[in-house]
C-alpha cells in the first residue's frame, strides 16, 4: 500500500507511464496490470447486477420460504435477461461517477456511501449479534483452524487482502496520483488499509453471527454441516437470505434484514468497481492524451459489452476470478516490489515522502520492499499454484488475453497530455 | 456473547487492539498533528 502510494505520488500517472519512467521496456508489464484490472471489472460488475437483482427480490421476499432459496438463485442465473437490467443499472452509475471527475464524481460517491455502508452494516452487526446462538458462529469466526490451511485457501486469501486493499498495481497508484503536492503518504496507507480491515472485521460479526443463528436453528455443530454454502456467491445469495428467511418476525424482518444486506454488498461493490474503473481510463489517459469524458465512456462501454458474457455464462466468472483477482494480482505486486526495488531507488522514493511524512521510511522499508515482500510473495504462488485444482482453460485464455493487449498496446506511440 | 471461548475473546482483543485501537489511534496521532500545525500557524501570524 504504500508502495503503491508512493509510485503514484511521485511519477503522478497510471502504471504503464510509472513503469515506463523506470525503464522503457517495462511498459508492457504496466499495461497487464491495467488489463487484468480492466478484466475483473468486466465479471465483478456482473455479481453486483446480481446485488442489485438481489435489493429488489429481498424486499419483497421473492423466494417466500427457505426451499425457495437456492431456487431463486438458480432462476437468477438462468434468466440473463434479468440480470443485463441490474447490470445496465449498475455501469451506469459506475460510469457516470467517474465521467464526473474526482472531486464531483468519485469523491462524493465515496463521500455519501461509505457513511452509508458502516450506519447500515452496524445495523446488521446489531443484529447479528443479539440473535441466539450468535455465539456459535462467532466462536467459529474466532477460532484459529490448522486445517483450513491449503495451498488455495493462501492464494485466495493473499488474492482477497490484496484486492480488499485495492493493492494489484493500479487503483492505489492512480488515486495517490491525483494527490496534491505536500501530502503525507506512510500514515495515509497505514490508515487506508486499518480503515478497510477494520471494516471486514466488524461486518463478519454481522456474517457469522447469522450463520451461528442458522446453526442454531437448524441444530447442527459445526457450519459444515449447514446445508448452505459457506463461501462465494453462494454465502451472499443462498445462505444469508436462507438465514433472514428463519429471523423472528419474518416475513417483516426477511425483507428488512435482507435489503440491507444486498445494499450494503451493492454499496461496497459499487465504491470498489469505481476504483477499477479508474486506472483503466486513466492509463489510456496517460498514454494517448484522450479526455476523461470520452476515456471513461469507451472503457464503461467496453466493459459493459465484455461483462453481457458473464452475465450469459457465469460459470466463467469463477476460473476467470481465480486467476484475474487472485494469482494475477499476486504476481502483479510481486513484480511491482522487484521494478520499484531493483529497477528503481526505493532511498529517491522515501526521500519524496519523508519530509511530510508523520512516519518517517527508514532503511529497513527497502529490505521489506526488495527481500521479504518477493520471498513471501513468491511462497504463496509457489503454494498456491502447485496445489490449487481452479487453474482451467478460461483462466488460460485470460493470461494469454492480457499478455497479448498488453504487447499491442505498449507498441502505440505515447500523445501525453495532462489527464485530471 | 457469554458463550465466546477463551480463545475467541483472545482473538477477539487482538482484533480491537490491531483494528480499532492502532487504526484509530493512527488517525487521533493524524488528527492531533494537524490541529497542532494548524494552532501554530495561527500564533506565528
Not at chain 1, 510509472?18 to 484490472?37: D, H, Q
Not at chain 1, 455464462?313 to 494469482?327: K, Q
Request: net charge positive.
Amino acid at each position: 500500500m504504500i508502495l503503491e502510494f508512493m509510485l503514484g505520488y511521485y511519477f503522478r500517472g497510471a502504471t504503464p507511464k510509472v513503469f515506463r519512467k523506470i525503464k522503457e521496456s517495462l511498459e508492457p508489464i504496466g499495461w497487464m496490470a491495467i488489463i487484468n484490472t480492466f478484466f475483473i471489472c468486466t465479471y465483478y460488475s456482473v455479481v453486483l447486477a446480481w446485488v442489485m437483482d438481489y435489493i429488489g427480490l429481498s424486499a419483497i421476499v421473492a423466494w417466500k420460504t427457505v426451499e425457495g432459496v437456492g431456487p431463486t438463485f438458480e432462476a437468477l442465473l438462468s434468466n440473463p435477461a434479468f440480470v443485463v437490467i441490474g447490470l445496465t443499472i449498475t455501469w451506469l452509475i459506475a460510469w457516470y461517477t467517474c465521467y464526473a471527475g474526482i472531486s464531483s464524481g468519485i469523491e462524493r460517491a465515496c463521500a455519501y456511501a461509505i457513511p452509508i455502508l458502516w450506519i447500515l452494516s452496524a445495523v446488521l452487526v446489531i443484529r447479528g449479534v443479539t440473535l441466539p446462538g450468535s455465539d456459535i458462529g462467532i466462536n467459529w469466526l474466532l477460532t484459529p483452524s490448522a486445517q483450513a490451511f491449503s495451498g488455495s485457501a493462501i492464494i485466495d486469501a493473499a488474492g482477497q487482502i490484496l484486492f480488499t486493499l485495492s493493492v494489484f498495481g493500479t487503483t492505489m497508484i492512480v488515486y495517490a496520483s491525483y494527490l496534491s503536492p505536500r501530502s503525507e503518504i506512510p500514515n495515509s496507507a497505514w490508515i487506508t488499509s486499518f480503515a478497510n480491515c477494520g471494516y471486514s472485521f466488524f461486518f463478519a460479526f454481522a456474517t457469522w453471527g447469522i450463520i451461528g443463528y442458522l446453526m442454531h436453528v437448524m441444530n447442527v455443530a459445526s457450519p459444515a454441516d449447514l446445508p448452505v454454502p459457506l463461501g462465494g456467491a453462494g454465502l451472499a445469495f443462498v445462505t444469508i437470505p436462507t438465514a433472514v428467511t428463519l429471523l423472528p418476525g419474518a416475513p417483516i424482518t426477511t425483507a428488512i434484514f435482507g435489503t440491507i444486506f444486498f445494499v450494503i454488498l451493492w454499496l461496497a461493490g459499487y465504491t470498489s468497481l469505481i476504483s477499477i474503473i479508474e486506472p483503466t481510463y486513466r492509463a489510456f489517459g496517460d498514454k494517448f492524451g484522450i479526455s476523461r469524458k470520452k476515456g471513461v465512456t469507451a472503457v464503461a462501454v467496453l466493459a459493459y459489452l465484455i461483462s453481457l458474457l458473464f452475465a450469459f455464462r457465469p460459470d466463467f466468472i469463477d476460473p476467470v476470478d481465480f486467476m484475474v483477482g487472485s494469482t494475477n494480482a499476486v504476481w502483479i505486486v510481486l513484480l511491482e516490489a522487484i521494478i520499484a526495488g531493483y529497477f528503481f531507488g526505493l532511498k529517491v522514493l522515501r526521500d519524496h515522502v519523508n519530509p511530510d511524512a508523520e512516519w518517517k521510511l527508514g532503511s529497513w522499508y527497502d529490505v521489506l520492499i526488495k527481500i521479504v515482500t518477493p520471498i513471501v510473495l513468491l511462497a504463496v504462488l509457489g503454494w498456491g499454484l502447485s496445489t490449487t485444482t481452479h487453474v482451467s482453460p478460461i483462466s488460460i485464455l485470460t493470461v494469454i488475453i492480457i499478455i497479448v493487449a498488453a504487447t499491442v498496446i505498449s507498441g502505440f506511440k505515447w500523445k501525453e497530455k495532462k489527464v485530471m | 456473547m457469554p458463550g465466546l471461548s477463551a480463545e475467541a475473546i483472545g482473538m477477539l482483543i487482538l482484533g480491537i487492539i490491531l483494528f480499532y485501537v492502532l487504526g484509530l489511534g493512527l488517525g487521533i496521532y493524524r488528527a492531533w498533528r494537524a490541529s497542532k500545525a494548524k494552532k501554530e500557524t495561527k500564533e506565528g501570524k
